[in-house]
């Protein structure tokens, strides 16, 4: 059974400090690595991660997978209290659809 | 703008009283998919259809059906609704063949009296 571990599961900071948030995963027939942000609503798409060691990078996010090891890190720099959600780790299989960990609850203090 | 629409957003229904979401998509992609989450967990896939062709999970209770009838309507339907299926319902979709992201629609928060 595919498997998505996500650490810590929740995280308190303050604004412009730097927050690295883990995902491990366990999934046959891999494909691919994404991270979501979800607010009080449905989650919105921030990056997909299919190669090992190539850093993806929007803004202050930034992600990358090593697929040796079995895991991904998503880097948020300067946070901001906007940055306070919960960030989904999801991976895609050979099923087709998504299994995804539980989430880390980041929230980001003024 | 391309996307996916669900509705309705809020929808309260009671005990036993069947209900039915539905979610649309502008994308043109062929996979659907329907999510129950509930409040503190993440989104768990209920089935989805690629094209025509339905998967059920296997822990999806026989109380929720779902039908599609053309490539851009999905819709959920809960036959007697209890109190624990009270949850936010999430509508996705994904290009079959493709590396895996999908798109969310807005979500249906379901409450059951």
């Known amino acids: 059974e595919d498997k998505v571990v996500q650490s810590p599961l929740s995280l308190v900071v303050h604004e412009g400090d730097t927050v690295t948030l883990n995902c491990s995963y366990e999934?046959?027939?891999?494909?691919?690595l994404l991270w979501y942000k979800q607010e009080k609503k449905a989650p919105t798409f921030l990056f997909m991660l299919?190669?090992?060691?190539i850093e993806k990078k929007s803004g202050r996010l930034s992600s990358i997978l090593d697929k040796k090891e079995l895991f991904s890190i998503l880097n948020i720099t300067a946070t901001q209290t906007g940055d306070s959600a919960v960030y989904l780790c999801?991976?895609?299989?050979?099923?087709?659809?998504?299994?995804f960990g539980s989430g880390t609850q980041l929230t980001v203090l003024p | 703008d391309a996307m996916v629409i669900q509705n309705p957003r809020y929808q309260v229904t009671q005990f036993g009283k069947p209900v039915t979401l539905s979610c649309s998509q502008t994308?043109?992609?062929?996979?659907m998919y329907w999510y129950q989450q509930k409040s503190s967990q993440a989104p768990k896939l209920l089935f989805h259809?690629?094209?025509?062709?339905?998967?059920n999970e296997a822990d999806t209770p026989d109380n929720f059906q779902s039908r599609r009838p053309n490539t851009s309507f999905c819709f959920l339907d809960i036959r007697s609704p209890g109190l624990g299926d009270a949850a936010m319902y999430l509508c996705?979709?994904?290009?079959?063949?493709?590396?895996?992201?999908?798109?969310f629609g807005p979500g249906t928060r379901l409450t059951v009296t």
């Open positions: 999801a991976s895609s299989g050979s099923a087709r659809q998504l299994t």
């Open positions: 999934v046959t027939n891999f494909r691919s």
């Open positions: 299919t190669s090992s060691g």
């Open positions: 994308l043109n992609h062929n996979v």
């Open positions: 259809y690629y094209d025509k062709d339905f998967n």
């Open positions: 996705a979709t994904s290009r079959g063949g493709g590396p895996g992201e999908q798109y």
